[in-house]
Structure formats: C-alpha cells, structure tokens
C-alpha cells in the first residue's frame, strides 16, 4: 500500500507542476468535472451489470438462467451467447447459485423503482472470457481460457465482474439526489461488496494454486485481470489483484485505496472496461451491441 501511496503523491505533484507549467486549458483537461445524470439514468445503467451476473451465475450454478428462473425480468431480451452449467464442486455451485438467486433480487429491486430495459445481448461464451485473459496477459494462452471446465476457472472469471458494479455503485452514490436511490443503491452495493469479499477469500485461499495447464498462479491471474480494469478504465489504480502473499505484507485479502475505502468508477470507466475496448463509445466485449440505457446509449454511434 505504501508505493501505492507515495507514487499517488509522485502523480499528484507532477500534476500540479504540470498546471503550473501549462495553460488553464490544459489545466481544466486534468480537473474535468464529472457529466451529471440524473438518478433513473444512474440505477437503469447498473441493470448492464445486473443482467450479466444474473446470466453468468445462474447458468454457472444450474445450466440456464433468467428465461427459466425469472422470465419476466428478461423482458424478451435475446439469450445470452454461450452461456453454460460450470463444472463446481458442491460448496461453490451453492454460493455460486446464491449469488445467482442475489441478482435477481437487484434486477427486481432496480425495476421496482425505475422502468429499466430488456435484457441486453450478453456474450457470456468460452471465447469472451478468453479475450479478457489473453488481453489480461497480453499474448494469447493455450488453450484458450475456459469459465466453465473447472472451478478454479469459473471462480477466476467471476473475479472479472461483481468487482466492477461495486465500485460503480461506489462511484454512482455522491451523485444521486433522492433518498429512494441512495437507499437502493446502498442496499445493492452492501451486497455486490459481499460477493466480491466471497470471491476474494475464495481465491486468495488457493492463491498458490497454479491453474492448469498453463502453469500461472491463481494470485498472477487476479493480478493481470486487475491491471488490464485499471488500463482499461483509463482513470488510474482502482484495482488490485491478490499480491503473492509472500511478498505483500499486510496482504490485500479486500481491494481498497490509501484508506482502505473502496473505489468509485464512473459510468463512462465502466463501460470502458466491459466492452474491452478501452472507449465507451466503441462495444464488444460482454456487450457485442453495447449496454443499455440513456447514459450507455449517449455514446453509441445513432443508428
Ligand atoms: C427519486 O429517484 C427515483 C429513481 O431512483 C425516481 O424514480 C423518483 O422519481 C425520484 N423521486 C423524486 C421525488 O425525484
Ligand atoms: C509462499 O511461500 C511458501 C513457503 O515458502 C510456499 O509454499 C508458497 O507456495 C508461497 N506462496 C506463493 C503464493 O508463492
Ligand atoms: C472512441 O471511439 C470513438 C468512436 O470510434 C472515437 O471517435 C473516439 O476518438 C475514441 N476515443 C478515444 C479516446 O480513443
């Protein structure tokens, strides 16, 4: 934590240096204020993420997801790509089943208060979270990464989504105006934060663990995954993976800043990292035609 620290300072005084240096254009390019949206922009933008899981952890746990479980909340939504039943021992199909059933719950909950959308098309497949690892590692591995052939690999790929609707809901607090949001966007975060805390214990548990067959450990993999969010996202360290215990002390069994409070991302960070693309404007990803609502609509190309 403390190079964290002290680099933050490093960045922060070149800042000021900079802005110094620099004319007050370049200086409000660095303090850019954040766009404002309204509080039934902000919860229907967490139906993407709310969606996702829904679909990943159902499917993960029982083989099929909202058009059994909940077919009213898909809203005749195309079914998600790729989608399938994880091979899991029996104590994480449980929790894993859990957290499915928890996002339903959210995607109720977020329905209840604003009109919301028809589930997105996801791409849920084999060769999506593929490309996640092969850009986490920055070459392509053989064979390509597969959520679903084991648990330590479904675990590994659940550690890429929850994390990112927490600091959403971290980012998305401040700016909501009534208490109704503020309410269900608590209540949501109190439980996104728990099921990311479940992953973590989990994986840090079998940190040592080398995933087969490519011979990289389970702490290396939530360490590329957490740098490829942060490079991705484009607004600095909000992330971090599970440093070797070994050469961290005290370890990071929770992701947290300076402070140990968690981090916030914008709407605009979170698409950036969803669709893989590094540009809220460009889809791919989990999302092959872009995320719903007014604020992930905004910049899409209009058709
Ligand atoms: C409060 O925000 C909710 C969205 O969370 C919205 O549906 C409701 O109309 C807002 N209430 C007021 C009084 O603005
Ligand atoms: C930490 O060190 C112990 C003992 O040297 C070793 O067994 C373990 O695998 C190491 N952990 C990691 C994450 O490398
Ligand atoms: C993001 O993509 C849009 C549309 O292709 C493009 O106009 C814009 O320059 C890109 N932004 C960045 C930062 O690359």
Redesign the pocket.
Known sequence: MAPHFISKVIVSIVVLLASFIFTPISCSRVFTSPKTYSDVDLIEFALNLEYLEAEFFLYGSLGHGLDEVAPELAEGGPPPIGAKLAILGPLVKDIIFQFGIQEVGHLRAIKKTVRGFPRPLLDLSKSSFANVMDSAFGEPLYPPFDPYANEINFLIASYVIPYVGLTGYVGANPLLQNATSRRLVAGLLGVESGQDAVLRALLYERQALRVRPYGVSVAEFTNRISWLRNKLG?EGIKDEGLVDMNSSYPGNILAGDEYSLSYPRTPEEILRIVYG??????PGGFYPHGADGHIASSYL?ST
Do not use: M
């Not at 693309?277 to 460009?282: A, Q």
């Open positions: 484009k693309s590094g540009n809220e404007s460009v190309p």
